[in-house]
């Protein structure tokens, strides 16, 4: 029978490797969990981005690809008794009609500062950018000088 202690050397540094690697993948992992972007739960909500995120594919600028007499401008809201921003919030919770509502989608919180958006928006006749861009690193570098 063969002796344990004489196994060779070169085991005994590929076990200490294979730990040392998953040491490694665990310890990233858990950097990617703590660092990783998500969702800033308990900041305030930004209505147009919310709009831009789940409203704007049937409702692009104020319109409805759907549904034409049922857009998102102040003649067809007022038309369809819709009178403020908190209307145009219970209806994107709940939804009206053969549109859904978005409650669960927009969050605790997240109806109202879009209804005030759209309202705002509303009023306004859609203006051309209604969301601001979204500024990225090289633009602030950029901006610097």
Do not use: K
Not at 28 to 46: C, K, N, Q, T, Y
Not at 106 to 121: H, I, N, R, T, Y
Not at 135 to 142: E, F, G, I, N, P
Request: one cysteine or more.
């Amino acid at each position: 029978m063969a002796d344990p202690a004489a196994q060779p050397q070169g085991d005994g540094i590929w076990r200490s490797r294979l730990i040392a690697g998953i040491q490694a993948l665990l310890l990233a992992a858990l950097l990617l969990l703590v660092f990783w972007p998500r969702p800033a739960w308990g900041l305030p909500v930004e209505g147009g981005h919310l709009f831009e995120l789940h409203c704007a594919g049937c409702h692009p600028r104020g319109g409805n690809i759907i549904r034409r007499g049922r857009t998102l401008r102040l003649a067809d809201l007022e038309r369809q008794g819709i009178d403020g921003p908190e209307a145009v919030a219970r209806i994107a919770a709940v939804g009206i009609g053969r549109m859904d509502g978005y409650g669960a989608v927009l969050g605790e919180g997240g109806a109202e500062p879009l209804g005030a958006w759209v309202w705002g928006q509303a009023l306004a006749d859609w203006p051309r950018s209604p969301v601001p861009p979204v500024v990225t690193r090289a633009d602030s570098v950029a901006d610097l000088g």
